[in-house]
């Protein structure tokens, strides 16, 4: 009987063995985690579609941030719900809203935390969508200066990465000009460059009160079914000035980070969204899944597709586990 000529299973006897010869990574210095901004104070109430998150103030979102902080997870990134809806999303480039009086309390609390802001219409929108709608359309080119206005008051208040989230053709361009023209030349764009028309974002979208009025975001996300598109997409996101390049979400399209991992030598980011958490959740909690052994492994498989960093609400938990 002959003998085999290679032993993989060497490599494998030992969990330092395994351990040197691991090929992708996760640790929480490539984890962001989002919070959800509302207004008032001393606020800390559950999201009852994602479990373990919250509805925070600024100054529990503060203590919140500490505690991702300490935890040694990159950073932060957050979605505000403002005190009133309006047309144009008014509130949501206002100074002193939501975002921005988070943003300042959290870098008044944090030494090192990353601050990034989602820059978006819909959580702001009486309408619901990410742009200026009129006659049942959504209008490009009159939301770009909105965005880029926004961005520049996140920018004001301390951000340190804007994420436009909008899908608007353009914006990247329109948010780094105004960004540069206010002095603002170091602040990191993370554009959502890649951003499908997904079942998965419910849980979010009652978390952030962000749901469409009328019609559907298809207009303007993209169709699942494309992949060429997306390297289109993040290839003008790097023309107009991205930093780095967002795929969301993550799971359903491991495919196409790493598409665009093998034709962009930008940094990716990839966002594990609320829905594919709240499944893990749900399943966890009827004792059908090992909770701590499937998330580990989703966030490998998103690292291994070529993804730099996660946005992912599994972070602080993550993070407890590694420690």
Request: hydrophobic share 45%; glycine share 6%; with cysteine.
């Given at each position: 009987?002959?003998?085999?000529?290679?032993?993989?299973?060497?490599?494998?006897?030992?969990?330092?063995?395994?351990?040197?010869?691991?090929?992708?990574?996760?640790?929480?210095?490539?984890?962001?985690?989002?919070?959800?901004i509302?207004?008032?104070?001393?606020?800390?109430?559950?999201?009852?579609?994602?479990?373990?998150?919250?509805?925070?103030?600024?100054?529990?979102?503060?203590?919140?941030?500490?505690?991702?902080?300490?935890?040694g997870?990159?950073?932060?990134?957050?979605?505000?719900?403002?005190?009133?809806?309006?047309?144009?999303?008014s509130?949501?480039?206002?100074?002193?809203?939501?975002?921005?009086?988070?943003?300042?309390?959290?870098?008044?609390?944090?030494?090192?935390?990353?601050?990034?802001t989602?820059?978006?219409?819909?959580?702001?929108?009486?309408?619901?969508?990410?742009?200026?709608?009129?006659?049942?359309?959504?209008?490009?080119?009159?939301?770009?200066?909105?965005?880029?206005?926004?961005?520049?008051?996140?920018?004001?208040?301390?951000?340190?990465?804007?994420?436009?989230?909008?899908m608007?053709?353009?914006?990247?361009?329109?948010?780094?000009?105004?960004?540069?023209?206010?002095?603002?030349?170091?602040?990191?764009?993370?554009?959502?460059?890649?951003?499908?028309?997904?079942?998965?974002?419910g849980?979010?979208r009652?978390?952030?009160?962000?749901?469409?009025?009328?019609?559907?975001?298809?207009?303007?996300?993209?169709?699942?079914?494309?992949?060429?598109?997306?390297?289109?997409?993040?290839?003008?996101?790097?023309?107009?000035?991205?930093?780095?390049?967002?795929?969301k979400?993550?799971?359903?399209?491991?495919?196409?980070?790493?598409?665009?991992?093998?034709?962009?030598?930008?940094?990716?980011?990839?966002?594990?969204?609320?829905?594919?958490?709240?499944?893990?959740?749900?399943?966890?909690?009827?004792?059908?899944?090992?909770e701590?052994?499937?998330?580990?492994?989703?966030?490998?498989?998103?690292?291994?597709?070529?993804?730099?960093?996660?946005?992912?609400?599994?972070?602080?938990?993550?993070?407890?586990?590694?420690?």
């Open positions: 009987m002959s003998h085999p000529s290679e032993r993989p299973r060497r490599l494998r006897q030992t969990a330092r063995l395994r351990a040197l010869v691991r090929e992708s990574d996760v640790t929480p210095e490539r984890l962001v985690y989002p919070l959800f509302v207004p008032g104070a001393a606020v800390r109430k559950p999201i009852p579609s994602i479990e373990g998150c919250f509805h925070l103030s600024a100054d529990e979102a503060a203590r919140e941030a500490r505690e991702v902080e300490a935890q997870i990159a950073g932060v990134i957050l979605f505000g719900l403002p005190e009133f809806k309006d047309e144009r999303g509130r949501g480039l206002a100074d002193d809203g939501v975002i921005q009086n988070a943003v300042s309390a959290i870098r008044a609390a944090c030494r090192e935390l990353l601050v990034i989602d820059v978006c219409l819909c959580e702001y929108t009486s309408h619901g969508h990410c742009g200026i709608l009129e006659g049942g359309r959504i209008i490009n080119d009159k939301t770009l200066p909105l965005l880029a206005e926004m961005a520049v008051s996140h920018a004001r208040a301390g951000a340190h990465v804007v994420a436009p989230s909008d608007m053709d353009g914006r990247v361009g329109a948010i780094r000009q105004a960004l540069d023209d206010a002095s603002f030349t170091d602040t990191v764009i993370l554009s959502y460059a890649v951003k499908y028309a997904s079942a998965f974002y849980p979010f009652e978390a952030a009160d962000s749901a469409p009025q009328v019609g559907d975001r298809r207009g303007y996300q993209m169709d699942p079914a494309n992949v060429r598109e997306a390297l289109r997409e993040a290839r003008l996101d790097v023309e107009q000035g991205a930093d780095v390049i967002m795929i979400p993550a799971l359903p399209y491991l495919d196409v980070i790493r598409a665009v991992r093998e034709t962009c030598h930008h940094p990716l980011a990839a966002f594990n969204v609320s829905g594919e958490y709240s499944m893990v959740k749900a399943a966890s909690k009827r004792g059908w899944i090992d701590q052994r499937i998330v580990t492994e989703i966030l490998t498989s998103i690292r291994r597709a070529g993804a730099d960093l996660v946005i992912t609400y599994h972070a602080k938990d993550f993070a407890r586990w590694v420690r």
